[in-house]
């Protein structure tokens, strides 16, 4: 025979004691101060934060490691079109539910981080007011070319505009994704290296099977035509 | 002097939300319309100092009336509570004359027949002394009519359930 | 203020909803219509009283008392019925429902 | 004659219409405040006393916060939907609002300045607990209003919610009032208050304390507060019925819904925890007022403790333990009370003591018992593969 009503009380006592607790021990409180300055003025476009870069990177890496907010566009190195992993195939822009990336292939190729002549996104939208960061699109990005960002602070005074990510916008650096969300970075270079010796390696096995395969043809080749008129022969 | 501001302001208050209750081709707005009309109600109620009849007017017609109309007109008619048809009945002229002539047959009396208008007496409105009356020489009536009110709970309940109508009766217009 | 006032007050409102009653065709606001009627008839009981000779019998009041009771029955069974007739006839439009006249 | 009455109405109502909306911004800060606590989180402290810059040095807990709130919100874009029934649109918020400060008035609220105009004074009204229960009830038809006006259906089906809710929790919120209207012999709010003088609050009674939880848990779904908040779950109808309400409008409606917390607060007050009494009023009158505001914001803080820690119930769950439990329970609550009450008007001693534990026993058994018919014929979930 329980209390009638016990279980609202043992509740009760539960947030009683958080409501308590949150006063004596700092180390309950989850939240960071945020430190706005009154002299930063408002941002005009989403992402524009009216800080630093070094501070900007520490505000989003004072966000815990797992926090994931939009996407963002990574590229290798320090000129982000030249390096740009994104060959605007747009699996993500069909794939996306609620269809907030708008793509426009590039009409000429130019070469890429992979040293390969590829398509590059002329355009590449993310509009962030639509967007229900499900994260599907880093899921389906064949080349690893988009993945989430922390970036928090996005308020603008400008509805329309000011919530629509430009390409330029959303071009990283891989640094930063290791600064923002070091394990799942370490983890995804590495598969990239795994994926990338594995292709070698099948590569110069398939070189080496293929230079095999043309030996062994020469061979039978050679056999053949000594065989030839046996056969001819043979069928006669 | 407030009293007469108090009744004028009132009656014409509940002559508006009655007519325009009775005149909306909305529903939904007729049914807010009467409900002004009842609360009109309750403050002449007030104004003749039977305080308990005026809060029970507005609990039994504002909170309960009202509310089971709303729900009546949202389960027969359009959410929106136009009514689409034709408003006025066919007999209408003759529904107007007949209230025309309800109308000089009650004022006649009213000014003619009555002894000459009168100072209300004053009185001291009690909710105690209705409450002993109810309990005392009106006991009956009150059992009678909580038994009329459980009749009718239960009668509204069937009613509404509706009996299993067979289908070819369905089908035939 | 006098009786007067009253009564004729109470029989305007009667009046506009017998009117209502008379001339519209939809069952819903036929019943608005008997609700000011009543209504009114109970102004008039509420006037009678305090301008009578004996206020403190309270004869009034609790008549009111008990017409208010019977005509919240009265609106509850009423609803039903009509919710009834739409279920049947698919209309609450009183003169459409004319099963028993002779074509 | 007729000047002198206006400016006692006047004297009688504005400090009304000024407190409590006063009162209403310091809600909010405390209600948030407190349920960030509750989730170890801060909440807001930025906002300084007016004129000290934003996240400046003098920010004073956040006090400022309501300040800042309701210069937005009357700055806010007035968006009215285009299908919209302009008019009851414009309508429902204010009619959500008269209702709520109507009823202040039938609150034995004595301020020194008032002592004067006893006559005025609408708690001294012969029938002021009925009225203010049939007051309350307007409430109803502003939130069907709102719903119908925005011609969105999640409006409506909050709209509908509210009056399935509030007409369902209406009646054991009137009859658990009806065992102390029994007991004091009047309707008359200011007798009830003094009928409780010396600490003879009517919650240190068995059936006064049974009826003052079924009075609270009725008027917590009576004001739309969680756990009973069905007609504005946000995560399954948006906000409910206020949904397509923007700017000063909701604002009106928030305004509304927090002094209607008010009102109903001060009734359990005047009912149950014995009005304006407390220690030293005798000494200093005016202790009075400060207790009975007290006492509001006591039971306020148990609201939002319990905002704070229970889930939202389900539609049937909410309609079932109303008609269900509180429904049988008050009735039983009034039978016993009568009965008890009768009986110990002659006990004295030792037989009232055991009048009184009698009456708790019936009262919790049966609660008990009810809970076990109501408790849903469902076994525990077995785990076929998780252990």
């Known amino acids: 025979?329980?209390?009638?009503?016990?279980?609202?009380?043992?509740?009760?006592?539960?947030?009683?004691?958080?409501?308590?607790?949150?006063?004596?021990?700092?180390?309950?409180?989850?939240?960071?101060?945020?430190?706005?300055?009154?002299?930063?003025?408002?941002?005009?476009?989403?992402?524009?934060?009216?800080?630093?870069?070094?501070?900007?990177?520490?505000?989003?890496?004072?966000?815990?490691?797992?926090?994931?907010?939009?996407?963002?566009?990574?590229?290798?190195?320090?000129?982000?079109?030249?390096?740009?992993?994104?060959?605007?195939?747009?699996?993500?822009?069909?794939?996306?539910?609620?269809?907030?990336?708008?793509?426009?292939?590039?009409?000429?190729?130019?070469?890429?981080?992979?040293?390969?002549?590829?398509?590059?996104?002329?355009?590449?939208?993310?509009?962030?007011?639509?967007?229900?960061?499900?994260?599907?699109?880093?899921?389906?990005?064949?080349?690893?070319?988009?993945?989430?960002?922390?970036?928090?602070?996005?308020?603008?005074?400008?509805?329309?505009?000011?919530?629509?990510?430009?390409?330029?916008?959303?071009?990283?650096?891989?640094?930063?994704?290791?600064?923002?969300?070091?394990?799942?970075?370490?983890?995804?270079?590495?598969?990239?290296?795994?994926?990338?010796?594995?292709?070698?390696?099948?590569?110069?096995?398939?070189?080496?099977?293929?230079?095999?395969?043309?030996?062994?043809?020469?061979?039978?080749?050679?056999?053949?035509?000594?065989?030839?008129?046996d056969m001819e022969e043979n069928t006669e | 002097m407030s009293e007469q501001i108090a009744f004028w302001m009132l009656s014409a208050i509940a002559v508006l939300g009655a007519l325009v209750a009775v005149r909306k081709r909305n529903l939904i707005h007729g049914v807010f319309a009467l409900m002004i009309f009842f609360a009109a109600l309750s403050g002449l109620f007030l104004l003749l100092l039977a305080e308990f009849i005026a809060a029970v007017q507005i609990l039994v017609y504002i909170g309960a009336v009202g509310i089971l109309l709303?729900?009546?007109?949202?389960?027969?008619?359009?959410?929106?509570?136009?009514?689409?048809?034709?408003?006025?009945?066919?007999?209408?002229?003759?529904?107007?004359?007949?209230?025309?002539?309800?109308?000089?047959?009650?004022?006649?009396?009213?000014?003619?027949?009555?002894?000459?208008?009168?100072?209300?007496?004053?009185?001291?409105?009690?909710?105690?002394?209705?409450?002993?009356?109810?309990?005392?020489?009106?006991?009956?009536?009150?059992?009678?009519?909580?038994?009329?009110?459980?009749?009718?709970?239960?009668?509204?309940?069937?009613?509404?359930?509706?009996?299993?109508?067979?289908?070819?009766?369905?089908?035939?217009? | 203020m006098t009786l007067h006032h009253y009564l004729i007050l109470a029989a305007v409102l009667f009046c506009v909803g017998l009117m209502g009653a008379f001339t519209r065709r939809n069952a819903i606001v036929v019943l608005f219509s008997v609700e000011i009627m009543l209504n009114a008839a109970n102004l008039n009981f509420i006037a009678f009283w305090r301008y009578s000779e004996n206020p403190a019998l309270l004869h009034g009041p609790l008549f009111t008392l008990f017409a208010i009771a019977v005509a919240a029955a009265e609106v509850a069974v009423g609803l039903a019925l009509v919710i009834a007739v739409y279920r049947h006839f698919k209309t609450v439009d009183l003169e459409s429902m004319d099963t028993l006249r002779e074509e | 004659m007729s000047l002198d009455l206006i400016r006692d109405i006047l004297i009688a109502t504005v400090p009304l219409l000024v407190i409590f909306p006063t009162l209403f911004a310091f809600t909010t800060w405390l209600e948030r405040k407190a349920l960030a606590r509750i989730q170890n989180r801060v909440g807001p402290n930025k906002v300084g006393v007016p004129l000290t810059r934003y996240g400046g040095r003098f920010s004073l807990f956040g006090l400022g916060q309501p300040l800042a709130d309701g210069i937005k919100m009357l700055f806010k874009e007035n968006i009215v939907p285009r299908d919209a029934d302009r008019l009851f649109h414009l309508l429902a918020p204010i009619l959500a609002l008269i209702p709520a400060m109507l009823v202040l008035c039938f609150l034995p609220l004595e301020f020194p300045w008032t002592e004067s105009l006893l006559p005025v004074q609408a708690f001294l009204l012969d029938g002021a607990v009925i009225f203010f229960f049939a007051i309350t009830g307007?409430?109803?038809?502003?939130?069907?209003?709102?719903?119908?006006?925005?011609?969105?259906?999640?409006?409506?089906?909050?709209?509908?919610?509210?009056?399935?809710?509030?007409?369902?929790?209406?009646?054991?919120?009137?009859?658990?009032?009806?065992?102390?209207?029994?007991?004091?012999?009047?309707?008359?709010?200011?007798?009830?208050?003094?009928?409780?003088?010396?600490?003879?609050?009517?919650?240190?009674?068995?059936?006064?304390?049974?009826?003052?939880?079924?009075?609270?848990?009725?008027?917590?779904?009576?004001?739309?507060?969680?756990?009973?908040?069905?007609?504005?779950?946000?995560?399954?109808?948006?906000?409910?019925?206020?949904?397509?309400?923007?700017?000063?409008?909701?604002?009106?409606?928030?305004?509304?819904?927090?002094?209607?917390?008010?009102?109903?607060?001060?009734?359990?007050?005047?009912?149950?925890?014995?009005?304006?009494?407390?220690?030293?009023?005798?000494?200093?009158?005016?202790?009075?007022?400060?207790?009975?505001?007290?006492?509001?914001?006591?039971?306020?803080?148990?609201?939002?403790?319990?905002?704070?820690?229970?889930?939202?119930?389900?539609?049937?769950?909410?309609?079932?333990?109303?008609w269900k439990f509180l429904l049988p329970l008050s009735i039983l609550n009034i039978i016993v009370a009568g009965f008890a009450w009768h009986a110990q008007q002659q006990a004295s001693g030792i037989l009232k003591a055991i009048i009184w534990v009698a009456c708790l026993l019936i009262l919790y058994a049966t609660a008990k018992g009810l809970d076990q018919l109501n408790r849903p014929n469902v076994r525990p979930r077995e785990y076929k593969y998780a252990e």
């Open chain 1, 1 to 229: 025979m329980s209390l009638l009503g016990g279980g609202i009380f043992k509740g009760m006592a539960v947030t009683l004691r958080n409501f308590v607790g949150s006063y004596f021990y700092k180390d309950r409180l989850t939240t960071n101060d945020y430190s706005w300055r009154p002299s930063d003025k408002l941002p005009q476009r989403a992402g524009e934060y009216p800080k630093e870069e070094g501070e900007q990177l520490r505000d989003t890496t004072t966000v815990t490691n797992y926090s994931r907010n939009f996407p963002m566009l990574l590229h290798d190195g320090s000129e982000p079109m030249d390096t740009i992993r994104c060959v605007a195939c747009q699996i993500c822009e069909r794939e996306c539910p609620p269809q907030c990336i708008y793509i426009e292939k590039s009409t000429e190729k130019k070469e890429n981080a992979g040293g390969k002549p590829q398509f590059f996104p002329a355009t590449f939208d993310i509009d962030v007011s639509v967007c229900m960061s499900c994260q599907i699109c880093v899921e389906v990005c064949p080349f690893d070319a988009i993945v989430m960002n922390s970036q928090f602070e996005l308020s603008t005074p400008d509805r329309f505009g000011g919530l629509l990510l430009r390409r330029d916008d959303l071009l990283k650096s891989n640094g930063y994704y290791h600064k923002i969300h070091p394990e799942e970075a370490t983890a995804r270079d590495k598969r990239i290296a795994e994926e990338k010796a594995a292709k070698e390696a099948k590569k110069k096995a398939a070189a080496e099977a293929a230079k095999k395969m043309a030996e062994e043809k020469a061979k039978a080749e050679a056999e053949a035509n000594e065989g030839t008129p």
């Open chain 4, 138 to 322: 307007l409430n109803t038809l502003a939130i069907f209003m709102a719903g119908w006006a925005s011609r969105n259906k999640y409006s409506l089906l909050g709209g509908m919610r509210a009056i399935a809710q509030m007409i369902s929790y209406e009646i054991p919120l009137v009859l658990s009032a009806v065992v102390v209207v029994m007991m004091v012999g009047s309707l008359n709010a200011a007798e009830i208050a003094n009928a409780q003088a010396d600490w003879n609050w009517f919650v240190f009674t068995p059936w006064g304390l049974a009826a003052f939880v079924i009075f609270f848990i009725a008027s917590l779904a009576e004001i739309n507060r969680s756990p009973f908040d069905l007609p504005e779950a946000e995560s399954e109808i948006i906000a409910g019925y206020f949904t397509e309400y923007s700017g000063f409008k909701f604002a009106l409606f928030f305004l509304g819904e927090y002094i209607a917390m008010f009102a109903i607060s001060g009734l359990a007050v005047t009912l149950f925890l014995g009005g304006g009494a407390g220690p030293g009023v005798a000494a200093l009158p005016w202790l009075s007022t400060v207790w009975f505001i007290a006492k509001i914001f006591a039971l306020i803080a148990v609201m939002i403790w319990l905002r704070g820690t229970l889930p939202r119930l389900r539609v049937d769950q909410l309609m079932g333990f109303a």
């Open chain 2, 70 to 173: 709303l729900f009546a007109i949202m389960l027969t008619e359009r959410v929106t509570g136009d009514d689409g048809r034709r408003m006025t009945s066919r007999g209408w002229f003759w529904g107007l004359v007949v209230a025309a002539a309800v109308f000089v047959i009650l004022l006649l009396p009213a000014i003619q027949e009555l002894p000459p208008p009168e100072a209300a007496q004053a009185i001291d409105p009690s909710v105690k002394e209705l409450g002993h009356k109810l309990m005392n020489p009106y006991v009956v009536t009150l059992e009678v009519l909580a038994l009329l009110l459980t009749a009718a709970l239960i009668g509204a309940v069937t009613a509404a359930q509706g009996v299993r109508i067979p289908k070819e009766e369905d089908s035939s217009e």
